[in-house]
């Protein structure tokens, strides 16, 4: 019986965005691409201020100081909209 362990590394490697989307490389290679109307805080955001974030909880987050945004590389997996809380 051969059983083979995938490896993955999600850990965030870079960010980037186009005119619609979020798009997150991971370490392993894999790439994530999600809409940005899911995440409204970085859809008002400037060019700038998306530029501006920084790995989060050892590489298994991302934050937007300025924005007071995070998100992490589990639920951009699984495909999870931002909450928006009550202010």
């Not at 619609?20 to 109307?37: E, H, N, Q």
């Not at 530029?51 to 999870?80: N, V």
Request: aromatic share 6%; proline share 5%.
């Amino acid at each position: 019986m051969n059983i083979s362990a995938r490896v993955t590394d999600e850990r965030v490697l870079d960010v980037r965005f186009d005119e619609a989307s979020l798009i997150v490389d991971l370490m392993d290679g894999r790439t994530i691409s999600a809409p940005l109307a899911w995440y409204p805080r970085l859809l008002r955001a400037t060019a700038e201020q998306r530029l501006d974030w920084e790995k989060a909880g050892g590489g298994y987050g991302i934050h937007w100081p300025a924005l007071d945004e995070d998100l992490s590389t589990e639920g951009l997996l699984r495909g999870a909209p931002a909450t928006i809380a009550a202010r």
